[in-house]
Every structure is written in C-alpha cells, then in structure tokens.
T-cell receptor, first 111, second 115 residues
Framework: GENVEQHPSTLSVQEGDSAVIKCTYS??????FPWYKQELGKGPQLIID?????GEKKDQRIAVTLNKTAKHFSLHITETQPEDSAVYFC??????????FGTGTRLLVSP | ETGVTQTPRHLVMGMTNKKSLKCEQH?????MYWYKQSAKKPLELMFV???????ENNSVPSRFSPECPNSSHLFLHLHTLQPEDSALYLC??????????????FGNGTRLTVT
C-alpha cells in the first residue's frame, strides 16, 4: 500500500520568510495530493491540492510542486505570517484508494 | 449552520462506560468518515460510509461501533475502551469517496480521554 513520509516534523521561521515542507510517496499510481492545515483545537482544513497531470499549482502565497519521477511533492509558503502557524499534513492517493496522510509538520512563524 | 459539526468536543470516560460520538454534515455530501488522530502518528482511517453503506472498516476493534442512519449523520458508539484509545476522533465528509480526487471536509473533532 501507499506510504507517505513528511519532513521536517517541525519548522521555525521568521515572519516574512519562506517555508517549504516536503513529502515523498511510494505508490507510483498515486494521482491526487492534497495539503491540509490544522490549527489548534480545530480539524484539518484543505488549503491546496494538486493532481498528477499538473506539475505546479499556486494560490496567492501558497504553492505546491509535484515531481512524479522522484515521487515527491512540496508545499511552499511565501511571505509567512504568524497566522500561518499550524500543523500541516500532506496526503496522497491513487484512484479509488484511500487517502494516506503524512505525520505532519508543525510550522511556527515568529513575529 | 454549515460544514461538519462534532459533539461533544471533549469526553472523559472510564473503561466500563458506554458513550457515543456524533457527527453531522450540512454540505450535502455522500460519504462520511471516522479518523483517529494520535500524537506523532498519521491520521488513521477507521470507517467509511458511502450513501449510508459502510464500505470500509480498517481492522478497527469491535469496541468501536459506527452507525450511519442517513447521509447527514454519523455516530461512533464506544464501549469498554482502553487507555490507548485516548485520542482526537475526527469526522469528515466528501462529495464522493476520498481517493477519487474529492476533498475531505473535517469537523473539529472530539478529544477523548479514557481513564
């Protein structure tokens, strides 16, 4: 089955810096890669997703890149703000298969 | 009210108690899920219901019993739990089953403590 590894487990940046979180997956059939943000006391919320027919997707300060050959995908946050502080999860799935999540990255943005 | 609502937000129960977690989705979705979230572990999928039919059960102990009376409501009945069952239990819904590229919408979870 699919296995997703996520790094780093914690990431501290200064406000205004960029943050990058990386994930690798094992199943070459995986074709859907969402990212979720979980704030304290809340459930995970989808922030961006990408499908295997696209190499990069942007939404304002957030971007995700996908390298199918290397089987890894990354979340990029530019101009970080304190409200970006949260736990971020990557996930992957193949068609008609369940989503498999990474172990999460705790991002701390210091003012 | 919109989104996915879970009650209660916090629950403390003894190992001999019976309690239930409730989830309600107001998004018109067809699939609902129970996930378990423990510290330093990936989200663990427990059960999937699609159009009120249980379509997945990931080797969850029988002390956890799900119920889906309709497409908007999902319950998780708990009995004779163990301390290691203490975790955040998350309910989610999606338009179609996740894995078909349909995003999951999560509730805020029930923090369960088993004493």
């Amino acid at each position: 089955g699919e296995n997703v590894e996520q790094h780093p487990s914690t990431l501290s940046v200064q406000e205004g810096d960029s943050a990058v979180i990386k994930c690798t997956y094992s199943d070459s059939a995986s074709n859907y890669f969402p990212w979720y943000k979980q704030e304290l006391g809340k459930g995970p919320q989808l922030i961006i997703d990408i499908r295997s027919n696209v190499g990069e997707k942007k939404d304002q300060r957030i971007a995700v890149t996908l390298n199918k050959t290397a089987k890894h995908f990354s979340l990029h946050i530019t101009e970080t703000q304190p409200e970006d502080s949260a736990v971020y999860f990557c996930a992957a799935s193949a068609s008609f298969q369940k989503l498999v999540f990474g172990t999460g990255t705790r991002l701390l943005v210091s003012p | 009210e919109t989104g996915v609502t879970q009650t209660p937000r916090h629950l403390v129960m003894g190992m001999t108690n019976k309690k239930s977690l409730k989830c309600e989705q107001h998004l018109g979705h067809n699939a609902m899920y129970w996930y378990k979230q423990s510290a330093k572990k990936p989200l663990e999928l427990m059960f999937v219901y699609s159009l009120e039919e249980r379509v997945e059960n990931n080797s969850v102990p029988s002390r956890f019993s799900p119920e889906c009376p309709n497409s908007s409501h999902l319950f998780l009945h708990l009995h004779t739990l163990q301390p290691e069952d203490s975790a955040l239990y998350l309910c989610a819904s999606s338009q179609e089953r996740a894995g078909r590229g349909s995003p999951l919408h999560f509730g805020n979870g029930t923090r369960l403590t088993v004493t």
